[in-house]
Nanobody, 123 residues
Framework: QVQLVESGGGVVQPGGSLTLSCAASVSDHMYSFNNMAWYRQAPGKQRELVAQIRYNDNTNYGDFVKGRFTISKADAADTVYLQMNNLNLEDTAVYYC???????????????WGQGTQVTVSS
């Protein structure tokens, strides 16, 4: 199994910054990292992709990011960071970490979700 631990959420003023982290603990050596992503969901809205990074460091971002956020990973690919700058009120949401791991010999791909961390942008 793969367990995710998220941290870094909190309350910030508009225009402020936060850095989220997602650490993966892998208990089965047959799993190998494929990609990790951050999603977010605000009340009454659909869950949407914020940022994604793959094992080869390729990244993609949601359209609303507009250059404000940066996703990166540690060399061991066990921790992923999301640096968020110039936050606005519409960024308020629960942010969820999701990772995809390959199970040995390419037999299958497994998704694992974190429990979420609250980001609140408020004056």
């Amino acid at each position: 199994q793969v367990q995710l631990v998220e941290s870094g959420g909190g309350v910030v003023q508009p225009g402020g910054s936060l850095t989220l982290s997602c650490a993966a603990s892998v208990s089965d050596h047959m799993y190998s990292f494929n990609n990790m992503a951050w999603y977010r969901q605000a009340p009454g809205k659909q869950r949407e992709l914020v940022a994604q990074i793959r094992y080869n460091d390729n990244t993609n971002y949601g359209d609303f990011v507009k250059g404000r956020f940066t996703i990166s990973k540690a060399d061991a690919a066990d921790t992923v960071y999301l640096q968020m700058n110039n936050l606005n009120l519409e960024d308020t949401a629960v942010y969820y970490c999701k990772t995809m791991y390959e199970y040995g010999f390419g037999l299958s791909m497994h998704d694992f979700w974190g429990q979420g961390t609250q980001v609140t942008v408020s004056s």
